[in-house]
């Protein structure tokens, strides 16, 4: 069985520490913790974890954020993997931080990332793992938000979140996607 994980964020090191970029920092921590390491692919570096049978392929889009339906569409083919075994990995600012909400489909909630897949892959049918980072930003400063990197307290949590969202994402390859959004959801 082989599934998906596509973390969202945007390539450069200007972008490494960014709240945008969860979705690259968790990825990384479930390749780390796989003993894997990512290369240079098409449209993403890529690399592939093993873990009680199943293959995940994990991907960072090199796309940039707004274009990250390329990348997952490209992958989801080259690998033929099914869309039912996919996961986007991103941000969220509806959510306080550190909070996981994983869902079986849904809109994409103002996020560029999940927009530009949506519209790639034609409809919205598809599981998605946001990891909240707050909305402790002034009307009109979002971005500012978003883009800006971690703050002490932050930094300090960040390691056990990232910690468990590796264990809901080898949760929904090995026991589906209902038993992982029923633990692991708002923990």
């Not at 994980?5 to 479930?30: S, W």
């Not at 509806?94 to 519209?119: C, M, Q, V, W, Y």
Request: glycine content about 10%.
């Amino acid at each position: 069985m082989k599934y998906l994980i596509a973390g969202l964020g945007n390539i450069g090191p200007e972008y490494k520490n960014t709240r945008h970029n969860i979705g690259f920092k968790i990825v990384d921590a479930f390749a780390k913790a796989s003993t894997s390491s990512f290369s240079s692919g098409r449209y993403a570096r890529v690399a592939e974890a093993r873990f009680k049978g199943r293959t995940f392929v994990l991907i960072q889009p090199s796309t940039y954020m707004n274009l990250s339906g390329k990348a997952i569409h490209y992958w989801l083919l080259k690998k033929r993997i099914p869309l039912e075994n996919m996961l986007v990995v991103t941000d969220d600012i509806a959510l306080p931080f550190g909070t996981i909400r994983i869902k079986a489909k849904g809109s994409d909630g103002g996020h560029n990332g999940l927009k530009h897949t949506i519209e790639t892959i034609g409809h919205s049918k598809w599981a998605r793992f946001r990891f909240g980072v707050g909305s402790e930003f002034r009307r009109g400063h979002q971005i500012d938000h978003v883009l800006g990197e971690w703050t002490p307290e932050e930094s300090e949590r960040l390691e056990e979140r990232i910690n468990r969202c590796v264990m809901a994402i080898r949760s929904f390859g090995t026991t589906g996607l209902p038993d992982t959004m029923n633990f692991f959801n708002n923990t």
